[in-house]
T-cell receptor, first 114, second 113 residues
Framework: EAQVTQNPRYLITVTGKKLTVTCSQN?????MSWYRQDPGLGLRQIYY???????DKGDVPEGYKVSRKEKRNFPLILESPSPNQTSLYFC?????????????FGPGTRLTVT | GNSVTQMEGPVTLSEEAFLTINCTYT??????LFWYVQYPGEGLQLLLK?????DKGSNKGFEATYRKETTSFHLEKGSVQVSDSAVYFC????????????FGKGTLLTVNP
């Protein structure tokens, strides 16, 4: 089954404790992206990746890191989480970024930072 | 930069009512336009899309027409069902080298039996 998976689905952590949210897709997609969803703000892009070893900042990259060492994986790293990073996070992938292909979204990771 | 404005909800309708969710956009070049739907507890799914002016996207009884003259992409359905209850997001993808999806804030639709 073609899908984007994220782990964990739910995470409660404390300020300053490094964490990683994993994202994996099995569709051989080139383009991957991370969004955060906050009430009243919709979805905002954090980082994106055009292909392996190519990443770039989205609209709200502060406090986040990403890497793209393999085509299928695109982990999101919070080196020192803060309460304002409490949010619902979505990973998405698309066959290509240069054409209007559908983006496939993962099920989301709800992060709470206390 | 690009932006999307959609009507704020929540929208509450009775089953079989007509639905319109307004969406207008600001973009340079020739963007592609999308409607995504998010059912409770799930990720977003593409509902429909249109890639050029006057295109009509349609799926599951929903329709939206890409109107360049009014920079709009309103979502419509003639007869909603309880199962249509979800959050609907209008989004655009810029033309040229702009790869990002820009989303509206989302509209919560609740359909009552």
């Amino acid at each position: 089954e073609a899908q984007v998976t994220q782990n964990p689905r739910y995470l409660i952590t404390v300020t300053g404790k490094k964490l990683t949210v994993t994202c994996s897709q099995n569709m051989n997609h080139e383009y991957m992206s991370w969004y955060r969803q906050d009430p009243g703000l919709g979805l905002r892009q954090i980082y994106y990746s055009m292909n392996v070893e190519v990443t770039d900042k989205g609209d709200v990259p502060e406090g986040y890191k990403v890497s793209r060492k393999e085509k299928r994986n695109f982990p999101l790293i919070l080196e020192s989480p803060s309460p304002n990073q409490t949010s619902l996070y979505f990973c998405a992938s698309s066959l290509s970024a240069t054409t209007p292909y559908e983006q496939y979204f993962g099920p989301g990771t709800r992060l709470t930072v206390t | 930069g690009n932006s999307v404005t959609q009507m704020e909800g929540p929208v509450t309708l009775s089953e079989e009512a007509f639905l319109t969710i307004n969406c207008t956009y600001t973009a340079t070049g020739y963007p592609s336009l999308f409607w995504y739907v998010q059912y409770p507890g799930e990720g977003l799914q593409l509902l429909l899309k249109a890639t050029k002016a006057d295109d009509k996207g349609s799926n599951k009884g929903f329709e939206a027409t890409y109107r360049k003259e009014t920079t709009s992409f309103h979502l419509e359905k003639g007869s909603v069902q309880v199962s249509d209850s979800a959050v609907y997001f209008c989004a655009l993808k810029g033309g040229g080298s702009n790869y990002k999806l820009t989303f509206g804030k989302g509209t919560l639709l609740t359909v009552n039996p």
